[in-house]
């Protein structure tokens, strides 16, 4: 139920940003407000924070990681939104959703997870929807990715960063009991940097900071939190990364695809159909693979 719940927060995630275009928002103000809130939200949620940055916080063995984790959020986003301007959408989706390979590959290597025959099926599928599933044309094609190759590995390698810090920090008993804090504060330290930038375009007179700004980092800030929240719980709970990744990337992309064509009259084209097909057999195979290791 966990799972499902991750999946949802995480799609409408994805749906904020798709009306973000719609109603004027300016992406980057949204995205601080939307760290923010984060960081208040899980303020008021934890019993065991009473003042956020608390001297107990700072100390704690994980704060650095928070550290760390917040300002590759907001490097992240900066290149991410680079990366849209001069490759588009398409492949800069595509480049985010492939960080899987990285993070499986840092679980297998690293942690010794299992990684059979079934998981192997599972993710070669999954990696085949999210080619798919972000295809344009009725053909297969990638000849977008020559001009920009170096912002797109960027990316890539950072979408992974964020996953493989995450998994680190639960796997190696760092956070313990405390994933609300530590979602927090990772939200928190975002917002400091975002808060910054901000700072620094507001002495270049440069910034613009709407009131649509505000209310869809506020409606964003809810879904991000839990996101994350929801992310460290299951791999509290045993999750293997080389299992959960793949499977919650899919997954999202997959509700996220059909949000679009129901809620947004999208019109997918051949080559995103077989992609959804691919992306609910990983799905399947994947989930399996889970009830096998138990």
Sequence with gaps: MIFLWCVLASTCISVG???????????????V????????????????????FSK???????????????SVFIIGFNLTAYAIQVAGITLTSLMQRMSLILTVAFTVIFFHEHFGVIEIT????????????????????LTG??????????VLVLSAVVEILL???????????????????????????GWISLAWLALRKRLKLKKQ???AGILLGIPNFFSIYLLMVMLNQGWNGSIMYPMLNVSVLLVSTLVAVYFFREKLNRMNWIGVVFASLAILLIAYAHHLHQ
């Excluded at 940003?17 to 995205?31: C, E, Q, Y």
């Excluded at 920090?169 to 939200?187: C, I, N, P, Y």
Aim: proline share 5%; with cysteine; hydrophobic share 50%.
């Design 17 to 31: 940003f798709k009306l973000f275009t719609r109603f004027g928002v300016n992406t980057f103000n949204a995205i």
């Design 33 to 52: 407000i939307n760290y923010t809130v984060c960081l208040t939200l899980g303020s008021l949620l934890d019993p065991t924070v009473s003042i956020p």
């Design 56 to 70: 107990e916080i700072i100390t704690s063995p994980w704060f650095l990681f928070d550290v760390l984790i917040g």
């Design 122 to 141: 599972g993710i070669s599928c999954a990696i085949l929807a999210i080619i798919a599933i972000n295809q344009k044309g009725k053909k297969f094609n």
């Design 145 to 154: 990715l020559t001009p920009f190759p170096w912002i797109l590995v960027a």
């Design 167 to 193: 998994f680190y920090v639960e796997k190696s008993h760092l956070v313990g009991d405390a994933q609300m804090a530590f979602t927090t504060h990772g939200f928190g330290c975002a917002a400091i940097w």
């Design 213 to 215: 700004d505000v209310v």
